[in-house]
């Protein structure tokens, strides 16, 4: 049955998506005020799951896409006389591809969960008055187009509408692989303020069904629902989470130290954090690539992807996103278990630890628990 889903709803579904965002997905305070300008707009938005959709229905993704870290003041004087469009990136391009295609859309699915990613899916269905899909090809934030279960079911990304903030748009008709959609797609945010907007992924209902992760909207839902009731409750907000997403509190302790850069059209740094209360004399190690993907105890691996490394601010009650630390923030490090896509052969081959260079085998997080 279809939902409308109220603004408290789409608040604890953001919530829920920073959460599961694993320290990328976009900033969250962009998603609310992109849900708030879609409700002030009047617009509604309705969830779907995918057993409803007719299989002849075409949904199609849009999403951001570049780096997550700030510009410098240098950086941002090389864009100080180009012009700017009055729309949303990723609006456009969801209109250039179906312009180019010559079909609506039936409905908008999200490219990962995330705080601003997935705001900008709802935004697009919202305004465009189609329906939101109550799934997604990732159940958490991810790095690069390639990780995405459309690419472990043979989904082709293309053809891709490519748009930035001023006015420049680009028709991707055909790639090699996603991972050439992935450079060459990076490639023009590098030059656009290290963001674009992307639609692409135009496919029938009928074989997005078994493409992605169903429930994936609905299960933020449920996280962001627990984050926001443990805080109305003074409760343990780590625990909370852990609780609602099958998981376990890794750490708790403060920041001693973080460092980032931003290299390729990535936000790539460190994070260590000094153990506190039961994990006093220990020190956690995050590594990330946008999002959060490897985690090590006193030099141990103790998490890796596909699972997820979720942080939370003990001192500001927020989930924090990379790279917005300070030195001396108290945070709690979560796991959870990743989705079973992402645990097959394939889902490994191309998300796993080994995909960014380390090589260490993946281990799922409840074997040591």
Not at 89 to 94: E, G, I, R, T, V
Not at 248 to 254: A, E, M
Not at 273 to 278: R, T
Request: proline share 5%; hydrophobic share 40%.
């Amino acid at each position: 049955m279809t939902r409308k889903l109220t603004k408290q709803d789409l608040y604890d579904i953001l919530y829920g998506c920073t959460i599961l965002g694993t320290g990328g997905g976009g900033d969250l305070k962009k998603g609310i005020a992109l849900i708030d300008k879609a409700l002030e707009a009047g617009k509604k938005f309705e969830l779907v799951s995918l057993d409803e959709l007719p299989d002849d229905a075409l949904i199609a993704c849009p999403y951001m896409c570049g780096s997550i870290s700030p510009l410098t003041e240098e950086e941002e004087k090389n864009y100080a006389d180009l012009p700017r469009i009055n729309e949303e990136p990723a609006l456009q391009s969801f209109k250039v591809l179906e312009e180019y295609m010559g079909k609506k859309f039936h409905g908008a699915i999200s490219t990962e969960l995330g705080g601003s990613n997935t705001a900008v899916a709802f935004y697009v269905a919202a305004m465009a008055d189609i329906y939101i899909v109550d799934a997604d090809p990732a159940g958490r934030s991810v790095p690069e187009l390639q990780h995405s279960t459309f690419y472990i079911n043979n989904i082709p990304i293309t053809p891709m509408a490519v748009s930035n903030e001023f006015g420049d748009v680009v028709i991707i008709k055909d790639v090699v692989d996603d991972f050439r959609a992935e450079a060459i797609a990076r490639s023009m945010a590098i030059v656009s303020k290290n963001s674009v907007g992307i639609t692409d992924h135009a496919v029938s209902a009928g074989r997005l069904k078994k493409a992605v992760i169903p429930g994936a909207i609905t299960h933020a839902l449920k996280i962001g629902k627990a984050f926001r009731e443990a805080r109305e409750n003074n409760s343990d907000l780590a625990s909370e989470v852990a609780k609602a997403g099958n998981g376990y509190v890794l750490f708790r302790g403060k920041v001693k130290d973080f460092s980032w850069e931003d290299r390729d059209g990535f936000t790539i740094g460190e994070t260590f954090i000094e153990g506190e209360g039961d994990f006093a004399g220990s020190e956690y190690r995050i590594w990330y690539k946008n999002e959060n993907i490897i985690g090590w105890r006193n030099g141990k691996i103790d998490i890796t992807v596909p699972d997820l490394i979720c942080i939370i601010s003990g001192d500001k009650k927020e989930p924090v996103t990379n790279p917005n630390f300070e030195i001396g923030m108290k945070v709690d490090v979560i796991g959870l278990p990743g989705p079973k896509e992402w645990r097959t052969k394939k889902g490994l081959e191309v998300f796993g630890p080994k995909h960014f260079g380390f090589d260490i085998d993946y281990d799922p997080i409840e074997n040591r628990f």
